[in-house]
């Protein structure tokens, strides 16, 4: 892949990400459609590749953030045992 391209692909992918994470959605789905068509343009075997294994992938999001809520759920719960015990609360 040339120079330019492969700046321009990680770039783009870099600043949606960034976009993404914080709440701009729109300007971060533009910027990573233009990451990949980039790369689609240079290499269509992996974006075939990728295509096919999507769903997976989206299995495994998924399990990964179910497994973060439940953490997240039980820190709180935790918390709020916590206050609800303390000789503090009023």
Known sequence: ???WK???MVGSLGAGAI???TGRRTAAA??????VAVL??????KVQ?????APEYMEKGTQ?????AGFL???????QRRIESSPYVV
């Open 1 to 3: 892949m040339k120079d």
């Open 6 to 8: 492969r700046a321009v």
């Open 19 to 21: 976009l993404a994470l």
């Open 30 to 35: 533009i910027l990573a459609g233009v990451g």
């Open 40 to 45: 689609a343009s240079e290499h269509p075997e």
């Open 49 to 53: 590749q990728l295509w096919e294994r």
């Open 64 to 68: 990964m953030v179910n497994l973060v």
């Open 73 to 79: 759920e039980r820190i709180s719960e935790y918390q």
